[in-house]
């Protein structure tokens, strides 16, 4: 039977993500439009945005938050080309943009004494190798993958080596252990929804101390610069960004803090995460030809939520284009790169109930696409 029910808000892209319930751009606060970033009232926009996440976000004393130039890609690229070198490195990947670090640091940086520590999808590695007197560079969560590492109890407190984190699906959807992550990079188009283009930098202490007594041996590019005459560039932790950033894109990121601020903070958010992730586990566990490609809970994602289907790939093709066509499920197929199959994105500004009306179509189209190619 075809379903009557449609989802409300059909976007469930894993970038850019929906944008938060209730959201409209015309209540957005425009004054900071056509102003320079370096004005008085440009500059307190941004340093808005790295103190009202450092805020939210709880990060302990000292850390550091940062908006950059490119995304995630950008905030990840810039610490690893002005970090890394100092000491043997641990890369761990289990998907395609972890995947792209190790290339990063294996190819480009061509650094020595590397290890790479992989998994197929759906699966993560042995955490139980990783050296942590080694810099570790890692993705908290694989968004291609849907499999995520379960905590940070394999991250040695008392570690001599930084730790590199790639956390653009999983802040704000998870409880990061900041005490146990050195640089932290995350991109506004994820969990809160926001636009792309920049990218979010948090860095420890112990990750301020590396850039202010060690230089790479390579020339770092002006975006990657962060300091000047061995000194940390404080101003670029309170909003003075290295190039011009979009102020739209900037008060879009200001109105999903607010969001976040308005319903409960960081538990909110990632309590709305784990209630979409609930959702399609049901699901799931009551039809036997869908599956989660992370089969073990303990490493699912609750954000990119990856899933196979028992279809051959054109089929697979055929039953996300009959979710398109009837406006129910925009953007879930598989990443060009992963195994065949559906992604639906469960962050924090997907409402519950849009999962829910998805999930009879799901089965219609399965059934449609199973009977008809």
């Known amino acids: 039977m075809r379903p009557q029910i449609k989802p409300e808000n059909p976007n469930f892209s894993s970038g850019p993500c929906a944008k938060r319930p209730g959201y409209d751009v015309n209540q957005l606060d425009l004054s ?5 970033h370096r004005a008085a009232i440009g500059k307190q926009a941004l340093k808005s945005a790295c103190l009202d996440t450092a805020r939210i976000l709880g990060l302990p004393e000292g850390y550091r938050v940062a908006v950059v130039p490119a995304s995630d890609t950008g905030a990840m690229e810039m610490a690893m080309w002005s970090m890394l070198g100092e000491r043997p490195v641990d890369v761990l990947y289990w998907e395609s943009f972890g995947k792209g670090w190790a290339t990063d640091i294996n190819k480009q940086l061509k650094l020595d004494n590397v290890r790479t520590l992989s998994a197929d999808y759906g699966h993560i590695p042995d955490l139980a190798q990783v050296n942590c007197d080694h810099d570790v560079v890692f993705t908290w969560n694989g968004t291609t993958s849907g499999a995520c590492v379960p905590d940070a109890d394999w991250i040695d407190d008392n570690r001599s080596g930084l730790t590199f984190c790639d956390a653009t699906s999983a802040v704000f959807a998870k409880d990061l252990p900041w005490d146990k992550l050195d640089v932290v990079t995350y991109s506004w188009q994820k969990v809160l929804g926001g636009e792309g283009g920049h990218g979010m930098l948090i860095l420890s202490p112990r ?33 003075a960004t290295i190039n011009t950033p979009s102020m739209l894109c900037v008060v879009d990121y200001l109105d999903a803090l607010n969001w976040v601020d308005s319903i409960g903070g960081v538990p909110a958010t990632v309590k709305r995460c784990n209630d979409n992730l609930a959702v399609l586990e049901a699901f799931v566990a009551q039809h036997d030809w869908i599956d989660f490609l992370a089969k073990d809970k303990a490493v699912r994602s609750n954000t990119s939520v990856c899933l196979s289907v028992e279809l051959s790939g054109d089929q697979v093709k055929a039953m996300i284009k009959l979710l398109e066509q009837e406006q129910v499920a925009y953007d879930i197929g598989a990443y060009r790169d992963a195994p065949a199959g559906l992604r639906i994105w469960c962050g924090a500004t997907v409402e519950t109930a849009n999962i829910q009306a998805l999930l009879p179509w799901l089965e219609w189209a399965y059934n449609e696409a199973k009977s008809t190619h």
């Open 32 to 36: 900071v439009l056509g102003r320079s």
């Open 207 to 239: 990750a301020v101390q590396r850039l202010e007594n060690y230089t790479p041996a390579w020339p770092l590019p002006k975006i990657f610069r962060m300091t000047n005459g061995g000194q940390l560039t404080e101003d670029l932790f309170t909003g």
